[in-house]
């Protein structure tokens, strides 16, 4: 077995890693905070504050303009994004909650990048469908319902354009991937980090940042 060269992430250690890299401004630390405070029992949806850095970067990376998040939550990843656009860029967030975005549209607002988000209310699938079928997205990312990944992955990767990013979130879904005799949502990401990996269509890697994360690059 190899050795894994990576330290125990303890928290004094999280801590440092935060340090070191952007900190969050004001209005993405009160979103995490009030996403924290109303929704306790699904705040661990929130993406990673390492998360949010790296998703800005790779947007400003690449020249991102057309991006979709699928499953936006509270709105943290996507204001992290659309502040990483440029000004005509736009990003279609995908979720099928008013209440948990409503805190996201407060939060895109008070920014000033509203209009840059586009929010679909509705299921993902539907969304995906009737966007334009020939390559045109510059960067997804997927942090959704782990049985729709596969279903979601064969609806996003012909529209990425040559070079484009897919990026996706929970792909270690807490160490669980691994358990011979995992169920439910740990089954269904082991099946996907399984079609990922066999997809000619792609180059990608994955990486143990927060919950397991895949970068994904158009070929």
């Known amino acids: 077995m190899t050795e894994p ?27 995490a905070d009030v996403t924290r ?33 699928v499953g936006t939550f509270t709105g943290f990843a996507t204001l992290a994004m659309a502040r990483a656009l440029p000004a ?11 209440e948990w975005t409503s805190y996201g549209r407060e939060a895109w607002a008070k920014a000033g990048v509203a209009d840059r988000i586009r929010l679909r209310i509705a299921p993902a699938l539907e969304t995906l469908r009737a966007m334009p079928t020939e390559p045109h997205l510059d960067l997804v ?12 992955w064969e609806e996003l990767v012909p529209r990425l354009r040559p070079g484009g990013l897919l990026v996706a979130d929970n792909v270690l879904f807490h160490g669980e991937v691994t358990d011979p005799a995992a169920t439910g949502p740990a089954l269904a990401i082991r099946e996907f980090n399984d079609h990922v990996l066999e997809d000619t269509r792609t180059d990608a890697v994955l990486l143990p940042v927060a ?9």
């Open 211 to 219: 919950d397991g994360v895949t970068l994904a690059r158009k070929r």
């Open 5 to 31: 060269k990576s330290p125990p992430l303890t928290a004094e250690l999280y801590d440092y890693v935060l340090a070191h890299n952007p900190p969050l401004d004001p209005v993405l630390q009160d979103l």
């Open 88 to 98: 005509d860029g736009t990003l279609t967030a995908c979720d099928v909650s008013e």
């Open 141 to 152: 990312y997927l942090d959704a319902d782990k049985g729709g990944y596969v279903a979601y």
């Open 37 to 69: 405070e109303r929704f306790p029992d699904a705040a661990g949806m929130l993406s990673a504050p390492e998360q949010a850095s790296l998703l800005a970067f790779l947007v400003r990376l690449i020249g991102a303009r057309q991006v979709v998040e």
